[in-house]
C-alpha cells in the first residue's frame, strides 16, 4: 500500500507542538487524522479536558465522540 500524496502534511497535523487546521474535501480522512491527533493529545496531557476539538456540525461531533469513544474502548481491552 503506498503512501498518501499528503503524508507530510498527515504527519505535521500530528505535531502536538502547534495548532493545526484541517480543511479538506468531504472522505479525505480529516475525522481519522483529528481523532489520532487527539489520541495523541491525550496521551500527553495531564486531564482529559484539556483536549479541545471544533468541528462545524452536530453530526460531525457525534461521529468524532463515538469513534474516540471505540479508539479508546479498544485501547483500554488490549486491542
Do not use: W, Y
Not at 497535523?13 to 480543511?23: E, G, T, V
Not at 495523541?40 to 484539556?50: I, M
Amino acid at each position: 500500500m503506498t503512501a498518501p500524496r499528503d503524508s507530510a502534511a498527515r504527519n505535521r497535523a500530528l505535531d502536538l507542538s502547534s495548532s493545526f487546521c484541517i480543511r479538506a474535501p468531504a472522505g479525505s480522512g480529516k475525522t481519522g487524522l483529528l481523532i489520532c491527533r487527539m489520541l495523541a493529545a491525550l496521551a500527553v496531557v495531564d486531564h482529559p479536558e484539556q483536549v479541545l476539538a471544533i468541528t462545524f456540525t452536530r453530526k460531525a461531533a457525534a461521529e468524532i465522540r463515538e469513534r474516540l469513544a471505540l479508539a479508546l474502548a479498544s485501547a483500554a481491552s488490549g486491542a
